[in-house]
């Protein structure tokens, strides 16, 4: 785990690997290709000493797979293995090469985050930080393989 004692100024570097839990969406009427929606995700987030904690977020999004992009904002949470967490809000850019359906591992995601809330010892963390990565997998509700991603973050945050 990364070592709070007495620091108040942090960097840190961590890698999720998961997956699109839920995704409900609809189409907007205005093209055949252009949807708004809900999506959850979870996953695994590795921590910079060997740890592991867990991964989930929640976001509202708008996609157009003629233009192949999405836009979404939503809010993250991490649950670390000592009961801390910290909540995040964030913004996120996704782009393609190919239509959304058949995007498989060409889907490049960047965001950026905001601390707004942590518990235990993340009590009162205040900080940012963004981050890129990739979808690997289409979502297709029933497949044995859907909705893959993994995510590399950089964060600077303050601890009181």
């Given at each position: 785990?990364?070592?709070?004692?007495?620091?108040?100024?942090?960097?840190?570097?961590?890698?999720?690997?998961?997956?699109v839990a839920d995704l409900?969406?609809?189409?907007?009427?205005?093209?055949?290709?252009?949807?708004?929606?809900?999506?959850?995700?979870?996953?695994?987030?590795?921590?910079?000493?060997g740890d592991i904690a867990i991964y989930r977020d929640w976001q509202t999004f708008d996609s157009d797979a003629?233009?192949?992009?999405?836009?979404?904002?939503?809010?993250?949470?991490?649950?670390?293995?000592?009961?801390?967490?910290t909540l995040f809000e964030f913004q996120e850019t996704a782009t393609s090469q190919l239509p959304w359906w058949f995007a498989r591992?060409?889907?490049?995601v960047n965001g950026k985050i905001t601390y707004i809330?942590?518990?235990?010892?993340?009590?009162?963390?205040?900080?940012?930080?963004?981050?890129?990565?990739?979808?690997?997998?289409?979502y297709a509700a029933g497949a044995e393989t859907s909705g893959d991603f993994f995510l590399d973050f950089q964060v600077d945050y303050d601890l009181p």
């Open positions: 785990m990364l070592s709070f004692s007495g620091a108040t100024a942090e960097e840190a570097r961590l890698k999720v690997a998961g997956y409900r969406q609809e189409n907007v009427g205005d093209e055949k290709t252009h949807h708004i929606g809900l999506a959850s995700r979870r996953g695994l987030i590795f921590l910079e000493k003629d233009k192949l992009e999405r836009k979404a904002r939503g809010y993250g949470l991490i649950l670390y293995p000592d009961g801390s967490s591992g060409r889907t490049d809330k942590g518990t235990g010892r993340f009590q009162g963390i205040h900080g940012t930080g963004s981050y890129t990565g990739r979808g690997i997998t289409p």
